[in-house]
């Protein structure tokens, strides 16, 4: 019994099954000034790999290249499996729309996680409570208000005096969807592109920004977060570089049990 | 007037033009027990690109998925052109032998560097001079002999007595061609896998192990680079999780002056 609309991430990233080619289409809720959010977009080229008949396994690796903008509306994926090994599966998708140019080209590994020994090197960052924190406010794009963010460290200061020196990029924050859904590889994906740009931290304000390429890696499986059976990601980011119009962006997301879930870079265009 | 021959690292990573059908070979220089080296592997795809009569601009960012094995002997790189922008082109590799399955599958962006604000927010990290520090010694495998190792930190301390409890996996060292080569892009590109696996520092033992998926992004264009004129690179490599037979890394790639070069990330197999 279905008695619940479906979210509407889950709406805003549905496709809709070919034989190679599947179809998707742009969402209001998850729009970004100029085109759709570019974790919305990736989280939809990751819904068609994971609904489709021959994938097995779960997401190991997503890389999705930003080509060119993505106008509202229909667009096509372009799903081919590339390789199938024994316990893995190499994946490339290209996002189209009326049959033009890729605008989006993206790779992907699937794994079979296997047992094996271990190890969490990294340390759960500490932070304050999700509840102890009021939520970021609403702004102009419709994506960022689809979340929560509550930031721990690292608020953007955007619009405020000119900055005599660059501040510092990184961010501590908690992010859930806006209306709580669990935590799945879908969320990670898109939660990986959720953060803010850098170089508006860095800044100070808000400048020319895209995500050109984004790579994320996934550190469980679907049984690992079925078991943490979570709403909200702690997160972080940070930046080493911005340099001739380019800089990246690493980034870490967090169970609230201390789990590392998943962790994310990527490189971006800015103007400034 | 060409008097000296070429490097063995060119030689390893020369391919021969096509149309969008390019060759390479493996080289027994840079050989990795059941492979060759995914270094130069990843180096020889970008050499494509760099000598490709359509390329415009500097590599950005190359993610290399290794799909399967490739066998010693010559290869094909379908090389494809998938999206020109204005200032920006991205690009897509795939590498195969025999007219067989693909074994490595690659997408490369590549940009104009305009001039822009430019920050460095990374802080370059403090290390011992590269004449101070011995060489580490050969190796059973033949690309790493192709390298001069000199270890600041993380020495690998591999078959020595059994840990109880995982080591650091983080390592600091300066990595330089064993004939020394002036750095490039195609340098740094195989330098970013030229770290040992990070489980091998966690578990103090080289366990079977392969890199499933390399990201690289280069924050510095020829220009750049040849204003370094440098021939080897303070490196850092660390990881954050091994589970479920996956762990991840993550490198920064310095120039000596204290220039960050390039970061990379992959994510690996590991048996354990």
């Given amino acids: 019994?279905?008695?619940?609309?479906?979210?509407?991430?889950?709406?805003?990233?549905?496709?809709?099954?070919?034989?190679?080619?599947?179809?998707?289409?742009?969402?209001?809720?998850?729009?970004?000034?100029?085109?759709?959010?570019?974790?919305?977009?990736?989280?939809t080229i990751l819904r068609a790999l994971i609904e489709h008949p021959e994938r097995s396994g779960d997401p190991l690796s997503l890389t999705v290249n930003y080509c060119a903008p993505i106008a509202e509306g229909a667009f096509d994926l372009d799903v081919r499996l590339v390789k199938a090994n024994r316990s893995s599966q190499h994946w490339c998708v290209e996002l189209s729309q009326g049959r033009g140019e890729v605008a989006t080209l993206a790779t992907a590994v699937f794994a079979e996680r296997r047992?094996?020994?271990?190890?969490?090197?990294?340390?759960?960052?500490?932070?304050?409570?999700?509840?102890?924190?009021?939520?970021?406010?609403?702004?102009?794009?419709?994506?960022?208000?689809?979340?929560?963010?509550?930031?721990?460290?690292g608020y953007p200061d955007i619009g405020g005096a000119k900055q005599d020196a660059p501040a510092s990029a990184f961010s501590k924050l908690w992010i859930a969807d806006r209306v709580p859904r669990t935590?799945?590889?879908?969320?990670?994906?898109?939660?990986?592109?959720?953060?803010?740009?850098?170089?508006?931290?860095?800044?100070?304000?808000?400048?020319?920004?895209?995500?050109?390429?984004?790579?994320?890696?996934?550190?469980?499986?679907?049984?690992?977060?079925?078991?943490?059976?979570?709403?909200?990601?702690?997160?972080?980011?940070?930046a080493k570089v911005f340099h001739k119009s380019y800089g990246d962006q690493s980034g870490e997301l967090w169970s609230p049990s201390g789990r590392l879930l998943a962790t994310t870079t990527q490189i971006s265009y800015f103007k400034a």
């Avoid at 969402?27 to 990736?42: E, H, K, N």
């Avoid at 990670?188 to 890696?217: I, K």
């Fill in 115 to 153: 047992p094996s020994w271990s190890h969490q090197e990294a340390q759960f960052p500490q932070a304050k409570p999700f509840e102890q924190i009021l939520p970021y406010p609403k702004t102009a794009a419709s994506w960022a208000n689809q979340y929560d963010f509550r930031f721990v460290e």
């Fill in 1 to 43: 019994m279905h008695l619940q609309a479906p979210h509407l991430f889950d709406d805003a990233t549905r496709v809709t099954a070919g034989d190679s080619r599947w179809q998707g289409r742009t969402s209001p809720d998850y729009w970004a000034f100029v085109g759709p959010f570019g974790g919305a977009t990736a989280a």
């Fill in 183 to 238: 935590i799945d590889a879908l969320s990670l994906m898109a939660m990986s592109d959720a953060f803010f740009g850098r170089v508006f931290h860095a800044r100070g304000e808000v400048v020319p920004f895209g995500t050109v390429s984004l790579t994320t890696y996934f550190h469980t499986d679907a049984d690992d977060l079925a078991a943490e059976d979570i709403t909200r990601v702690l997160a972080l980011a940070d």
